[in-house]
């Protein structure tokens, strides 16, 4: 018989992972994120995991992985905000800026009110500052 698996907020896991990845530990970053399938492979925890995995590549500068595992999660929760908001990062470091723009916009059209809407709105406009620096410098 399957076990049963209550989950009432956010997977305690995601705190570990977030300090792995600020601390620069991206191998336990990522056995951690690896690790949080193993018991739980509900759509939910693929869905935190590949959007773990978006975030951690991304953070290493490996943006067709990132690409990959934020479509990933995409395709698995395509109504939640944050793997689309993760994507228009892994965008916008790679300096694609068109494709960080409609993934934004995306994500501002899923993200609820309050925090999320305000991250998406914030880093909304670190895409327009960074485009007029582009521009400024004449890269674009």
Known sequence: MPKVI???????????????VAA???ARAGDLILSLTEDDSSPQM????????CV???RLAAFDAAEAACQAAI???PEVWMA?????TAYLQ???YDAAAAAYARAADLAPSGAPAEIVAHNQALL??????TADRGDG
Request: no cysteine; charged share 30%; glycine share 6%.
């Open 75 to 77: 395709a698995i929760r």
């Open 46 to 53: 693929r869905y935190t995991a590949q959007n773990a995995l």
């Open 128 to 133: 327009a500052e960074r485009r007029a620096a």
């Open 94 to 96: 790679k300096g694609e």
């Open 6 to 20: 209550l989950r009432l907020a956010e997977p305690g896991e995601l705190a570990e992972i977030r300090e792995a």
């Open 24 to 26: 620069g530990d991206a």
């Open 56 to 58: 951690l590549h991304t």
């Open 84 to 88: 689309h908001n993760s994507l228009a």
